[in-house]
């Protein structure tokens, strides 16, 4: 709670940083003119007297600086003054501001893709229940120098009655015409065995899923 009343304290006192700086010069001035008065009545020179009264007071610039960083907040200045130059500088020059800013909304915009893809697949876990037991199964074939292929109908089968696994379930993308309407249209798919929701453990958002009869054409599938 101290550390907060602190941090408002001083967010005020930036904000009427300027009353503060005339009051703070107006002190400096007149402790050296008491200090060169004290001077000048022990005789000095009024060259000599004020020079003796600020060797003796010390660092003017230093007790501001000292007294900016007490009072206000200066990573909020040095922040103020970046921009007030960047703006200065961008406006000397449109062609390079156009340019900088178009890059740096390209950049942001990439950098929030990239961003979003990896919170999606690395940070957060798969929507399905128990998704650190999903793996997925793909074939090197070395002769023909294919490297992560699909497995083929009779390896599936085989991994379906190995007992190592509670589903095995086969997917390929493709495309396809879709009818029903005046004119066919070409659509992206993805081809499944019928296992395929069951394995996930979820249904479907439209229509249905699978039932036992849907897997009479397996056998005649390519993979």
């Not at 697949?121 to 399905?128: A, D, E, I």
């Not at 998704?131 to 089968?157: N, T, Y």
Request: hydrophobic fraction near 40%; avoid cysteine; charged fraction near 25%.
């Amino acid at each position: 709670m101290r550390t907060l009343r602190r941090f408002f304290k001083r967010l005020t006192s930036w904000a009427r940083t300027k009353r503060d700086e005339e009051r703070l010069q107006e002190e400096i001035a007149e402790h050296l003119a008491l200090a060169t008065e004290e001077n000048l009545r022990a005789r000095m020179s009024s060259i000599e007297a004020r020079r003796q009264a600020m060797l003796k007071f010390g660092g003017v610039e230093a007790m501001k600086e000292e007294y900016r960083d007490q009072k206000g907040l200066p990573f909020l200045e040095t922040l103020a003054q970046d921009l007030r130059y960047a703006v200065r500088m961008l406006l000397r020059s449109p062609g390079f501001a156009l340019i900088a800013i178009a890059t740096m909304a390209l950049g942001v915009g990439a950098t929030t893709a990239i961003y979003s893809v990896i919170d999606a697949t690395l940070l957060h876990p798969l929507p399905y229940p128990h998704p650190s037991e999903l793996v997925r199964i793909e074939d090197d074939l070395p002769g023909v120098g294919a490297q992560d292929v699909s497995v083929s109908v009779p390896e599936w089968k085989d991994l379906e009655n190995s007992g190592i696994f509670q589903y095995v379930a086969l997917d390929y993308f493709n495309s396809a015409n879709l009818t029903g309407s005046a004119q066919p249209t070409r659509v992206a798919m993805k081809g499944v065995t019928p296992n395929y929701f069951a394995m996930l453990g979820v249904g479907a958002q439209l229509g249905r899923t699978f039932d036992p009869g849907d897997n009479t054409r397996a056998s005649t599938w390519k993979w």
